[in-house]
C-alpha cells in the first residue's frame, strides 16, 4: 500500500519517471533494516520476538505519519545547473523520507522470518498475501479518498498490526520488560490509542478535504496556482484513483492547460 500511494504522490508533485524512486527506496529501506537486525543479534532474541514486534509495527507507523507529512511539503525542482547542488540536496532528503517506514518494515519481516518457530515457507506465504492484499485494497482506497489520507491510513494499518502482536505475546506468554534502547519510544505501551489516533486522523483528513492536509507544491508551483488565476482560488474538484490525480480548476479564458 505505501508502495503504491507513494509512486501516486511522486508523479504529481514531480517528474512522472520519479514515481519508480518509491520503489528503490522500500527495497533500500527493508535491506537496511533486515541488516540491523543481523548485526545486533543480541538485540532481538527468539524468546522478545512478540515483544520487538510490538515496538518495531508502532515505530512504523509514526514513521510513516512523519514521512507522509514531510513528503507533501517537499519542492522538487526541474532541473539546471544552477540548481544542480539543490536538487542533489532535495533528492537526499527525499531518501530520508521515503526509505524512513521501510527501514522498521524491513525489520520487522526479517524477525518474522529468522526468529518465529514456524517454517520460513509458512512466514512467507503470510508475507506475500498481505503484500498481495495490500495491492488490492489500495484500488479500493484510493478511489474512495485521496492519496494523503491513504498514507495516514497505512500508519494506522502499522498500529494495527502492533495490537496484534501485543496480544500475541501476552498469549505466548512473552517476557514484558522493555529493553532499555525501547523504553524511550514507550510505544509498546498503548498500541490501541495509537492504532485509534492515526485511523481517525487518516479518516478525518479524508473527510474535511480539500482544506485537510494535501499537496502543497506540485510541479514546481503552489498547488493553488492555475495559468491565469489568482493564486487563492481553489481547485473545484480533486479526485483521486489507482493511477492518476483529476483536477477541475477555475476557468481561464484563452489559456489552455491539463
Not at 519481516?109 to 508475507?127: E, K, M, Q
Not at 478535504?209 to 498547488?223: A, F, M, R, T
Not at 493511477?243 to 484563452?254: E, H, L, Q
Request: glycine share 8%; aromatic share 12%; hydrophobic share 60%.
Amino acid at each position: 500500500m505505501l508502495q503504491i500511494i507513494e509512486t501516486r504522490i511522486l508523479s504529481v508533485i514531480s517528474w512522472y519517471h520519479l514515481a519508480f524512486f518509491s520503489i528503490s527506496m522500500a527495497m533500500f529501506g527493508m535491506t537496511a533494516g533486515s541488516l540491523f537486525v543481523y548485526f545486533k543479534d543480541g538485540w532481538f532474541t527468539a524468546e522478545r520476538l512478540f515483544e520487538n514486534m510490538v515496538w518495531i509495527c508502532g515505530a512504523f507507523a509514526i514513521a510513516a505519519e512523519v514521512s507522509t507529512l514531510l513528503l507533501i511539503s517537499t519542492v522538487l525542482m526541474n532541473g539546471g545547473k544552477p540548481e544542480f547542488l539543490m536538487m542533489v540536496l532535495f533528492l537526499f532528503k527525499l531518501i530520508v523520507i521515503l526509505a524512513a517506514p521501510y527501514f522498521f518494515a524491513g525489520m520487522a519481516i526479517s524477525l518474522a522470518l529468522t526468529r518465529s518457530p514456524w517454517p520460513v515457507p509458512l512466514v512467507y506465504g503470510v508475507d506475500l498475501i498481505g503484500a498481495a492484499t495490500g495491492c488490492l485494497v489500495i484500488l479500493v482506497v484510493l478511489t474512495l479518498i485521496d492519496a494523503v489520507s491513504a498514507l495516514l491510513l497505512v500508519g494506522g494499518v502499522g498500529a494495527l498490526a502492533a495490537i496484534s502482536f501485543s496480544s500475541a505475546r501476552r498469549a505466548w506468554g512473552s517476557p514484558g520488560k522493555r529493553l532499555l534502547f525501547v523504553a524511550p519510544l514507550r510505544i509498546s505501551a498503548w498500541p490501541g490509542i495509537l492504532a485509534t489516533t492515526l485511523m481517525l486522523l487518516a479518516l478525518g483528513n479524508a473527510a474535511i478535504q480539500p482544506y485537510g492536509l494535501k499537496l502543497s507544491i506540485v510541479k514546481n508551483q503552489l498547488e493553488s496556482m492555475v495559468p491565469g488565476a489568482h493564486l487563492t482560488r481553489v481547485l473545484e474538484f480533486v479526485r483521486w484513483n489507482s493511477f492518476s490525480r483529476v483536477n477541475v480548476g477555475p476557468s481561464a479564458p484563452g489559456i489552455p492547460f491539463m
